[in-house]
């Protein structure tokens, strides 16, 4: 538990620490402080994965050195026994061994007591057996007993001899089984301390890896907690931002209609025809939607076409400044003048442009001749008024 709290603690410290202090944050501060709180806090997760998959990994070592280790105790088991059946053995033997000893010992005192007797007696004493026989049968009997007597002495000897060789053979082979054996359980006992050895240090790593996992996920919730209370302030910033936009853009665009409502007041049927060959029956295509001459699409027309000869000319609607004369892409050689107070005209799919930027044209002075330049389907003016840059049906300008 108390390391528990330590590693909170430290948590805190170190996720404190790698916070990044605002003062009076921007926008873009915060974006960026809040995008570096959620990256902070995916690899402070990915920590946490690795250990965890650490985790995972040493509790299958684990389980199988717990295994490894219960087998190898079983098998040190097994030979403890068959050490305690192979010293019994050789116990047995030993006992064995001691009777068959004092029976050889008892034999021989036997034999040589005997011996003795027939030292003290002389040759004669042993003669004198075969030589009270009465008969020739009961001396070739008396003959054959002393010979069997002889006889069974060295057949005992020999027996008890060699049991006691067998004896020793098999406590030989005991003792050798025993050192064996023993060897075996030295190995097995290594062994064993081994798998205790490297368990008891898997563990220990165990241990760390979990005060780790806990370590990770303390600072995880912490940063997590900063990371929200930081996308709190962003999103609250944020909207005060949208909100503030969409203000400046509603002022603006109240402002504009303010412009064009006062442009289209003090312009209101004021602007000169701009083909003064032609007439309102040669308006060919008049402003807003339609379906384009060329793509054969649904669009919406910017200004106003007015058929007209070739070569014939254009006509300044109202005094200004040319601001722009040469090519504009699908428009082909266009002019435009501006007239102050945010209104321009605009003169399109010229022949030719009698102007230059810069110019201080006069209402009603020819500016360009007709033509058909540009993405068109033959002679015509493209004309078109726009107030604060934004295109307007030029028909309340000419009165129409």
Do not use: C
Request: aromatic share 8%.
């Amino acid at each position: 538990m108390r390391k528990k709290v330590f590693a909170v603690l430290l948590a805190v410290v170190f996720v404190m620490s790698a916070l990044p202090v605002l003062a009076n944050p921007s926008l873009g501060d915060l974006r960026n402080t809040y995008e570096e709180a959620l990256a902070y806090v995916e690899e402070q997760q990915a920590e946490l994965a690795v250990t965890q998959a650490s985790i995972m990994e040493v509790s299958n070592e684990l389980r199988e050195l717990d295994e490894r280790l219960v087998s190898a105790v079983m098998d040190m088991h097994s030979i403890n026994t068959a050490l305690h059946v192979t010293t019994v053995a050789m116990e047995q033997a030993k006992l064995d061994i001691a009777a068959t000893q004092a029976e050889l010992d008892r034999q021989y005192d036997v034999i040589v007591d005997r011996l003795r007797d027939m030292q003290a007696q002389g040759t004669m004493g042993l003669l004198s057996v075969v030589f009270q026989a009465t008969s020739l049968r009961d001396f070739l009997l008396r003959l054959e007993y002393v010979n069997n007597v002889a006889r069974q002495d060295r057949d005992m000897v020999a027996r008890l001899q060699a049991t006691e060789d067998r004896l020793l053979y098999i406590q030989g082979v005991h003792e050798s089984q025993y050192n064996a054996v023993d060897v075996i359980r030295q190995r097995q006992q290594s062994y064993v301390d081994y798998l205790a050895y490297v368990e008891a240090e898997r563990y220990e790593y165990f241990e760390a890896l979990q005060y780790d996992e806990y370590r990770w996920e303390a600072m995880i919730a912490l940063s997590q907690e900063h990371a929200d209370y930081v996308g709190a302030i962003f999103r609250e910033a944020y909207e005060a931002e949208q909100r503030r936009i969409a203000q400046d853009r509603a002022r603006v665009q109240a402002e504009r209609r303010a412009a064009e409502t006062a442009a289209m007041a003090n312009l209101n049927g004021q602007l000169l025809w701009p083909v003064p060959s032609r007439t309102l029956s040669d308006i060919t295509s008049p402003f807003g939607p339609r379906i384009h001459p060329i793509s054969r699409r649904q669009d919406n027309h910017s200004g106003m076409d007015i058929r007209a000869t070739s070569g014939a000319n254009i006509v300044a609607a109202e005094s200004g400044v040319v601001i722009f004369s040469g090519w504009s892409g699908g428009y082909g050689l266009t002019v435009i003048i501006d007239h102050g107070g945010g209104v321009h005209t605009l003169y399109a799919h010229n022949s030719s442009n009698l102007v230059n930027v810069g110019d201080n044209v006069s209402r009603g002075q020819v500016i360009a001749l007709i033509g058909s330049t540009g993405v068109s389907t033959g002679p015509h003016l493209h004309f078109e008024v726009r107030v604060n840059g934004r295109a307007v049906n030029p028909a309340p300008f000419l009165g129409i």
